[in-house]
């Protein structure tokens, strides 16, 4: 299975409900998806938001990446974001956030 794991920093607070807005729909896609086995979204407050997802193949990522609710966000992403990061990884199981956030934290954020 891949695993993936993202970072993303909110601007402002007056970005802050249309990332929720999009990170909401985003994650409703992913647990309707083909090849979706695990989705998980969190926080490190207001500012930071984190995604951990797990898929079957590649091709069930490019499908929900290209398409529906998540296309838009990554349209949209400079306008309420600031920073961000990912990593894709392959593993035999989903692992807990502790270990996930640990290798993101590894990943240079990305200024957008």
């Known amino acids: 299975m891949l ?3 993202t970072e993303l920093h909110v601007k402002n607070f007056w ?3 249309e990332f929720v807005r999009h990170a909401s729909r985003s994650a409703k896609q992913a647990r309707q998806a083909a090849g979706c086995l695990h989705v998980w979204i969190g926080n490190g ?3 930071i938001g984190y995604t951990l ?5 590649r091709n069930s990522i490019l499908q929900y990446r290209n398409s529906g609710a998540h296309k838009e966000a990554m349209k949209k992403t400079k306008l309420f974001s600031s920073r961000i990061r990912t990593l894709v990884w392959e593993a035999d199981s989903v692992p807990d956030w502790k270990e996930a ?3 993101l934290d ?3 954020l990305r200024e957008l």
Request: avoid cysteine.
């Open 15 to 17: 970005r802050f409900f």
């Open 3 to 5: 695993i993936v794991a």
């Open 101 to 103: 956030k640990g290798r």
């Open 106 to 108: 590894e990943v240079a």
């Open 53 to 57: 997802t797990a898929w079957q193949d």
């Open 45 to 47: 407050g207001w500012r």
